[in-house]
Nanobody, 118 residues
Framework: VQLLESGGGLVQAGGSLRISCAASGFESDDYAVGWVRQAPGKEREGVAFITYSDHTTDYSDSVKGRFAIFSDNAERMVYLQMDSLKSEDTAVYYC????????????WGQGTQVTVSS
């Protein structure tokens, strides 16, 4: 499994940014891809995930209503649309994946930096 993130950068508070994950190498379609972020000095936080087969999604309370995860199965891409960004959204965002059922992610990308300036 290979996960490759792109699209991070610097954005002003209140702005929007979309980050992408190219997900490949899965041996079945029964898997989930999520976005996990880590800010300096803080624990990793899972912010959203989507299942490949039926596009079930879920979000952390901290981003619900502001972020949206969606996928393009044909292109094997997973996106995280981030709106109404806040300074506390600043973090390295990792794309992560696991076959279902799972209680943790088994595969990780290298991460992409998102910085929100206030």
């Amino acid at each position: 499994v290979q996960l490759l993130e792109s699209g991070g950068g610097l954005v002003q508070a209140g702005g929007s940014l979309r980050i992408s994950c190219a997900a490949s190498g899965f041996e079945s379609d029964d898997y989930a891809v999520g976005w996990v972020r880590q800010a300096p000095g803080k624990e990793r936080e899972g912010v959203a995930f989507i299942t490949y087969s039926d596009h079930t999604t879920d979000y952390s309370d901290s981003v619900k209503g502001r972020f949206a995860i969606f996928s393009d199965n044909a292109e094997r891409m997973v996106y995280l649309q981030m709106d109404s960004l806040k300074s506390e959204d600043t973090a390295v965002y990792y794309c992560a994946a696991s076959y279902r059922p799972a209680t943790q992610y088994d595969h990780w990308g290298q991460g992409t930096q998102v910085t929100v300036s206030s």
